[in-house]
């Protein structure tokens, strides 16, 4: 089973690679910003609790995307593998993934870290932000809260992976295939 993280600040390319890498591989895309995106969409309580903190550029609380993941992969038994995106990003909602994995005998194959500067990042989103409709992309001090957050909160899950030695990080500034090439190379070395 192939079990990916792709990790890295907001804008970083996670979702855009994740598309290419379902396509290729057959894995299930689990991205926790969709799944919470969709609960806002369909205006469930927990979708409005998750608004105010995701139109802020604040993380919504562990508990709550620990549960999302967990009800997924018990929906999608028989599937080959799964690419996490935009999760785990919290060293608690890390752990928390290991052991609902260690439970169905499948742990996480590797993480990819797609290392972008925080001005690309910046400009990325704010040009995602003119057409996507996305509140926390509109504004530039929400992006740099976002930022904030996943340099206080996210960043260290890195060192929790580098622990087990599963950790890898390419240079997320190119052409989406020049990327897309330098993530096949990793996974090949699986
Ligand atoms: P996410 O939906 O995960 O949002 P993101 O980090 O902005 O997405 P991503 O990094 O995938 O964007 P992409 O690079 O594809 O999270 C949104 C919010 O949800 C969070 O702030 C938080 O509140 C909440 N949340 C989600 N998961 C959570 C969790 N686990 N715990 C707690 N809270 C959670 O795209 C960015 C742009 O760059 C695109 O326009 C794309 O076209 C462009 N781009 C991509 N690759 C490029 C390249 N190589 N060159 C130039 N541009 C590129």
Redesign the pocket.
């Known amino acids: 089973m192939l079990n990916l993280v792709l990790f ?11 598309q290419k890498l379902i396509e290729k591989y057959g894995l299930i895309h689990l ?4 799944i ?2 969709g609960e806002i969409s369909q205006g469930t309580e927990l979708g409005l609790e ?1 608004k105010k ?2 139109d802020d ?4 609380p ?1 508990a709550v ?1 620990i549960g999302m993941i967990s009800h997924k992969l018990d929906a999608n038994k028989d599937a080959k593998g799964f690419i996490f ?6 060293v608690a ?1 890390a752990e928390a993934l290991d052991t609902l994995l260690e439970s169905k005998n499948a742990p996480i194959s590797g993480m990819i870290a797609l290392e972008v500067n925080d001005d690309e990042l910046e400009q ?2 704010l ?2 932000g003119k057409d ?1 409709g996305r509140p ?2 509109a504004n530039p001090e929400v992006i740099r809260k ?1 930022i904030k ?1 996943y340099n206080d909160k996210t960043a260290p899950v890195a060192g929790f992976y580098q622990g087990q030695n599963k950790y890898k990080s390419i240079n ?5 295939n020049e ?1 897309f090439d330098a993530i096949n190379a990793i996974i090949s070395s699986y």
Not at 31 to 34: A, I
Request: net charge positive; charged share 25%; proline share 6%.
């Open positions: 890295g600040p907001p804008g970083a390319g996670k979702g855009t690679q994740s991205s926790t910003g969709d919470l995106r998750a903190l995701m550029g604040k993380l919504v562990d995307v995106d935009g999760f785990p990003r919290t909602q990325r989103l040009l995602r996507s926390d992309d976002r957050e997320g500034i190119g052409s989406v990327i």
